[in-house]
């Protein structure tokens, strides 16, 4: 039975996976490393600094910096991630994920947060959402990075629900394969080649109604 729907942050309930694209894309640039949007995939859902190591082996230069350089080099990127969230409104939401939110809760579904990002907080309050959520888990505790299930079993537990009642839903390859280590039904939102593993696909939100994801978790 359906119990729990546990949402990924950025690049589900709203895009701000597009202002971390932006903001590594500039640092990576002042590093002369050039990357397109299929290299930006594997950087969804993974950490900020396992993220910098990513776009360093990418340009050849893991052994380049310190860790202190590169402590300096992630804040640097964060610094730019901030200043664009800072703009953001409750008009940033994805298509129908207001209108999703509100259904759960008529229907009695418990909503839990399982976003990678120390910035989860300052984004849902600026969404004007926190409101909707029976848990959010702190990133800042979780030890292993998707795609180890440890984020999603956290919200499962603080919902105090099974894994195996809970929707996990995901634009990650790294979520949705956490998700699946979870041992909970995932959907993931987006490209349909990059998200083939997921057990159920919309490629926008404006699908993801309640009743398509009873629909797909009951198939
Ligand atoms: P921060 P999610 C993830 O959030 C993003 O997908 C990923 O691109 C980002 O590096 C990570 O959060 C860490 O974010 O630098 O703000 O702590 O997709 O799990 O909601
Ligand atoms: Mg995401």
Redesign the pocket.
């Known amino acids: 039975q359906l119990k729990a729907v546990i949402f ?5 309930i709203t895009d ?2 597009e202002y ?1 694209f932006i903001a590594w894309k500039q640092l990576a640039e002042e590093l002369g490393i050039t990357f397109d949007r299929t290299f930006n995939e594997q ?6 600094m396992e ?1 910098l190591e990513r776009i360093l082996a990418l340009g050849g230069q893991t052994e380049r910096y310190t860790a202190a350089e590169k402590e300096a080099l992630a804040h640097k ?2 610094e730019h ?1 901030k200043q664009l969230i800072a703009r953001m409104t409750p008009n940033d939401l994805l298509p129908g994920i207001l209108d999703l939110l509100r259904e759960l809760k008529r229907e009695n579904v418990k909503i839990g947060l ?7 907080f300052t984004v849902i309050e600026r969404l004007q959402i926190g409101e909707y959520f029976d848990t959010i888990v702190d ?1 800042a505790k979780i030890k292993h990075s ?1 795609p180890h299930p440890e984020i999603f079993l956290t919200a499962a537990k603080q919902l105090q629900v099974d894994p195996s009642a809970c929707v996990g839903v ?3 390859q790294a ?1 949705v394969a956490a998700i699946q280590a979870a041992n909970m039904f995932a959907i993931g939102v987006g490209d349909k080649e990059a998200l083939k593993e997921a057990d159920y696909i919309v490629e926008t939100t404006a699908e993801l109604t309640y009743d398509a994801i009873v629909r797909a978790f009951y198939r």
Not at 43 to 48: D, I, Q
């Open positions: 990924d942050l950025d690049g589900v701000t996976a971390h950087l969804k859902g993974v950490s900020r993220s990127k964060n991630y399982a976003s990678a990002s120390k910035n989860a990133a998707k995901e634009d990650a979520g």
